[in-house]
């Protein structure tokens, strides 16, 4: 089964530590002997201990090591039933320390986008592609490493229209996800307002102030939503780096921390001091959605929080069918 692009990077992270434990300890790397094993397992659980932090660390480990050497076709150390007794006795005995987070208010999130484009002067294209896309993540309850990935092509964002032409909503096709592993995508409505801070509006008009080419020539990769920005010399206004880029070489989307300190500066320039994360709007999305009496099933599903509820049917008709169902949770969390 192949992994997220997400979960291969922690594995691979956590795989690069584990090879040098083994060789320090004078051990094979696949199939180590098993005492050294677990008494390396034991001293990441010390450190665990001293840090003041959860068990993660070593069950993360654990499930990079078995998965590394199901790879090579070799018994995992993983396998021992003293490593699932040394795990659960740890869980029982840390403490992980509460994440510096908060999750978003839609009231802060209002101010902040009243503050930064609510005047009579247009907005730097980053304040408004940043902002959107936060409003973006907040109604359609995404995870940064899911937002990083939607790209603008107009066959995996699509605006649904009524039949007077009105927006009724778009769907966003995520083409990797924490909780989809075998990489088969998923699709992620989110319903228009109506109001002046509509975020399916707010989205359309980023694509047509932002200039996106959303149907490329043959190719070409149209690129991702998020992504970086330039200015000319000589010029007021921002612009895109790359509009479309040959399918080899696609356009790169920006790093989560530059988008998450960005996030940060706007909302503290409006006056907003909540600890925020790049994780609230989705924190937030939910939060709001339960308080509004939105039904559990509903937002576990476009949250993509339980995996038999995930996967909406990608053929044209049904999709739209699928998605319209799901608007009404936009309204009932986000009615400006």
């Known amino acids: 089964m192949s992994l997220a692009p997400a979960t291969t990077q922690q594995y691979a992270r956590v795989w690069e530590h584990f090879e040098a434990a083994m060789r320090e300890r004078q051990t094979s790397v696949v199939g180590p002997d098993q005492f050294e094993y677990l008494c390396y397992l034991q001293d990441l659980i010390q450190e665990c201990v001293e840090s003041g932090t959860g068990p993660q660390r070593a069950c993360l480990t654990q499930a990079a090591v078995r998965h590394f050497h199901k790879l090579a076709g070799a018994p995992s150390p993983t396998d021992d039933p003293r490593c699932a007794a040394i795990l659960a006795t740890a869980s029982k005995v840390l403490q992980a320390k509460p994440l510096d987070r908060e999750a978003l208010q839609a009231s802060d999130l209002l101010v902040a986008l009243r503050h930064h484009m609510g005047g009579n002067t247009q ?54 996800s924490k909780r989809d592993q075998p990489g088969r995508g998923q699709w992620v409505p989110v319903g228009a307002t109506g109001g002046q801070w509509c975020p399916v509006r707010l989205l359309e008009q980023l694509i047509q102030v932002g200039g996106f080419v959303r149907a490329p020539p043959p190719g070409h990769d149209a690129g991702p939503l998020l992504r970086a920005l330039r ?62 009496a939105v039904a559990k099933s509903m937002i576990r599903t476009i949250g993509r929080w339980k995996h038999k509820d995930v996967l909406m049917d990608h053929y044209v008709k049904e999709l739209e069918a ?14 400006y």
């Open 231 to 292: 200015r000319d010399k000589g010029q007021t206004q921002q612009r895109l780096l790359q509009v479309t880029a040959p399918v080899a070489r696609p356009v790169a989307t920006v790093r989560r921390e530059y988008f998450a300190s960005s996030v940060r500066a706007l909302l503290a320039e409006a006056g907003i001091t909540a600890r925020i994360s790049t994780h609230s709007a989705r924190s937030g999305g939910a939060t709001s959605a339960e308080t509004q």
């Open 123 to 176: 907005p730097e294209l980053h304040v408004r592609m940043h902002l959107t896309v936060f409003l973006i993540m907040y109604a359609g309850m995404l995870r940064f490493s899911d937002v990083e990935n939607i790209s603008v092509d107009e066959s995996t964002m699509r605006f649904l229209r009524g039949v007077d032409g009105s927006l009724e909503g778009v769907v966003l096709f995520v083409p990797f």
């Open 322 to 335: 699928d998605a319209k169902r799901f608007f009404a949770v936009t309204r009932a969390m986000w009615p």
